[in-house]
């Protein structure tokens, strides 16, 4: 029977597993680090937060797209409280942590992922429910986005506590990987590949949205009596999601690799020495998102703008209402559910007429 080391402290599985743990991290190089490290998560904190404020205060927002893209933004909130806490327990403090401490150090990690990763596969199926019913937003009722929100959360958290819960090698030191020396090397496989594929059925279910919001749109624009900015709102939303998954999958996609080879036990990949890049790399994915959500969306950076100015001058949105550029996004989100099935009547009966 194997002997079980839930009493060990991670010095005994890092030197076990012969993993680096990064002790020349001292000094100059450790301040530049947290430097960094603290300006990224501050921005991340800041405009996040931002992003759900603009979401809460601007009406033209109160959509299930917008409620879900909010979400995404508190998964990225949450991202920046794990790597807070990451800052502080690696290098050489990696060592005297407890068992308990490391699982935290990870679920919260792999529970911003996780959540990130639900909250795009819902966002995805929104948007495939709203375009194939011609609609700009979907009819899904405020009760049912939030019972999503706790769902794509609830899953998160279960996936982040799934080591905790029993798969991992504290009962058998010679699955443990070496990037994390107490979870088995199966769990990372499960994990990578999973992560992984849902990746490529995203890339793949979003390319065909697109494809068929961009063929529809101009097949019916000729025949549509609409305004211009009207007309191109599906594309822009569905361009704005296209983005934020196409950062999502170049930051996350080379660290999973990473972890996929060092679960199948690739001692020739050197990949303690990309380790610490690839999780930079991710954490730049917290800090792209509100700026592509801020110039993908005109009305975003203006909302966004607009709290940042009255914070800082003490204004009121009254006083500063001349400046927004509303009119048109108005229009095109009090009317987008009726726009596209108009699209399809009137291209209908235009065709009937050539004919």
């Not at 530049?32 to 991340?44: A, D, E, M, N, R």
């Not at 020495?273 to 930079?280: E, I």
């Amino acid at each position: 029977m194997n002997e079980c080391h839930y009493d060990k402290r991670m010095d005994f599985f890092y030197n076990m597993s012969n993993a680096d743990t990064a002790d020349e991290w001292t000094g100059t190089n450790l301040v530049i680090v947290l430097c960094f490290g603290t300006f990224f998560c501050l921005f991340i904190f800041i405009s996040n937060s931002l992003v759900i404020a603009a979401v809460v205060k601007n009406r033209k927002f109160h959509f299930p797209f917008y409620y879900l893209l909010a979400n995404l933004a508190a998964a990225d909130f949450f991202a920046g409280i794990a790597y807070v806490f990451l800052m502080f327990n690696t290098g050489p403090v990696s060592k005297t942590l407890t068992v308990n401490r490391w699982f935290l150090r990870q679920g919260l990690l792999d529970t911003s992922l996780t959540a990130s990763l639900t909250n795009l596969l819902v966002i995805a199926v929104e948007r495939h429910m709203s375009i194939m019913r011609m609609r700009v937003h979907s009819n899904l009722t405020k009760k049912r986005v939030t019972l999503l929100i706790l769902l794509i959360w609830a899953i998160a958290i279960f996936m982040g506590a799934v080591p905790t819960l029993g798969w991992n090698c504290l009962c058998d030191i010679s699955t443990c990987s070496s990037l994390a020396p107490i979870y088995s090397r199966s769990y990372l496989i499960f994990w990578t590949v999973s992560n992984l594929v849902a990746f490529f059925i995203m890339v793949v279910v979003y390319l065909r949205i697109y494809m068929y919001v961009k063929r529809k749109t101009n097949v019916l624009s000729p025949h549509t009596s609409g305004s211009i900015s009207r007309r191109r709102t599906p594309m822009k939303l569905m361009k704005t999601v296209m983005t934020v998954l196409g950062a999502f999958v170049v930051c996350w996609t080379p660290g999973l690799v990473v972890l996929l080879l060092d679960g199948l036990n690739c001692t020739r990949c050197g990949v303690q020495h990309v380790k610490r890049w690839f999780l930079l790399l991710a954490l730049l994915n917290s800090v792209m998102n509100p700026i592509i959500y801020s110039y993908k969306d005109e009305e975003m950076y203006s909302t966004m703008k607009r709290m940042i100015c009255c914070c800082s001058h003490g204004e009121t949105p009254e006083r500063r209402s001349s400046r927004i550029p509303s009119t048109v996004l108005s229009r095109s989100t009090d009317t987008s559910s009726q726009y596209m099935e108009d699209s399809i009547n009137q291209g209908t009966i235009c065709n009937k007429g050539h004919s």
